[in-house]
């Protein structure tokens, strides 16, 4: 079984990225309707480093990629405080 590096690179990369600015989005809506709480921990953010889970955004689609398996992953979620948003 051989490892396409280029082909877990470019996986790995769209997903960072797709997950970044999914949990960004989540932040900035949250901080939009009222909750400042991701916004005070620096989660409105498109800097991946602020959303990385280990094992959800590393481990387990790095794992899969080189395993020919279907790449899954999750980042940490966004905190919303629900007594804060609007109503």
Request: glycine fraction near 8%.
């Amino acid at each position: 079984m051989t490892i396409d590096f280029l082909a877990v690179a470019i996986s790995f990369g769209v997903l960072l990225l797709s997950l970044t600015i999914h949990e960004a989005a989540h932040a900035w809506t949250a901080n939009r309707l009222g909750d400042p709480t991701a916004r005070a921990l620096g989660r409105v953010s498109l800097n991946p480093i602020v959303h990385i889970d280990l094992i959800g955004t590393i481990v387990l689609p790095v794992l899969a990629a080189v395993s020919h398996f279907p790449i899954i992953g999750w980042a940490k979620p966004v905190p919303v405080n629900t007594h804060n948003l609007g109503g």
